[in-house]
């Protein structure tokens, strides 16, 4: 059975969380601090590699925009619109299997 893309993503602003509901009904929660945490973007990459940490940004979430079906862009309120996140990646996220994902 296909997984993705979700039937509904949900953007709960008031508590800074994301809601997706799968195509088999499960519904994943992710903290908006997670996406931007978590973020795959260059830019975020290669300043993670280096060690510069992210804590003085904002993880707050202006909006999402579906890229097709097969990804998830998230637009930070401060602007930072680089963040495409794969359908598989954000269920990694959701699951906690982010390193899992990112070795494979
Ligand atoms: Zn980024």
């Keep these: 059975m296909s997984f993705y893309p979700p ?3 949900r953007l709960k602003k008031d508590i800074g969380e994301l809601e ?3 195509q088999n009904g499960d519904i994943a929660k992710i903290s908006c601090d997670e996406l931007r945490r978590y973020c ?3 830019s975020c990459r290669s300043r993670k590699l280096i060690g510069v ?3 003085t940004e904002s993880a707050e979430i202006a909006t999402v925009n579906l890229i097709g079906s097969t990804a998830l862009q998230v ?3 401060d ?3 680089r963040g495409i996140f794969p359908w598989p ?3 990694a996220i959701a699951t906690g ?3 899992e994902f990112l070795n494979a």
């Design 75 to 77: 637009v930070f309120a």
């Design 53 to 55: 940490r992210l804590v």
């Design 7 to 9: 039937q509904k993503v």
């Design 40 to 42: 795959a973007c260059s």
């Design 89 to 91: 990646y954000v269920n």
């Design 20 to 22: 997706i509901i799968w």
């Design 79 to 81: 602007g930072h619109d």
């Design 97 to 99: 299997r982010v390193q």
